[in-house]
């Protein structure tokens, strides 16, 4: 069997995204487009969560950065301070209940404010989320793009049984 070249194969896939036929080349420039947004966006993360701390110090809440993978870099954290009435640290939205509550509690000179740095933080995390999204859909699909080319070149690993079907 012939290797088919990738740039051929995926000839008959259109990703909108980028705007025509899905090539390997256009994959890893759009992946280094990629990588600069994110950077982007985490100095522009580190910025806010900078700004809110110098302008709220001693806060119920504060941006912070987040670093599990659920593509919602930067959120609010409760304060555990005693004066707070907390004895946690709770990740919320300020649109939400629990946001709204502290809310209520912010001077409502603040709030505004808040409001801001908050349509900043969800832009911001949008942003960062549908990057980060495409991302690892780029990088999976070459991964497997490369992975093919190995199947092809050396076959089959050898762990893999030839009896086994894959039904369990």
Known sequence: MTPQSDEAAAAV???????????????????????????NGETEGTKL?????????????KIVRYNDRSLTFYRWRQSSARRW?????????????AGQALLARVPES???HWLNYERRRVY???????????????????????TIKVMERDGLPARVSGNDNGSG
């Open 124 to 146: 911001l995390n949008m942003r960062l989320s549908i990057a980060t999204y495409e991302l690892y859909r780029l990088q999976d699909w070459l991964d497997a793009l490369d």
């Open 13 to 39: 896939f259109d990703v909108l995204p980028l705007k025509g036929p899905l090539r390997v080349r256009e994959a890893r420039q759009r992946i280094a487009a990629i990588e600069q947004i994110i950077r």
């Open 49 to 61: 969560c900078e700004a809110f701390q110098a302008q709220f110090p001693k806060a119920p809440a």
């Open 85 to 97: 009435g907390t004895n946690k640290t709770t990740a919320i939205n300020l649109t939400g209940d």
């Open 110 to 112: 603040a709030r505004r």
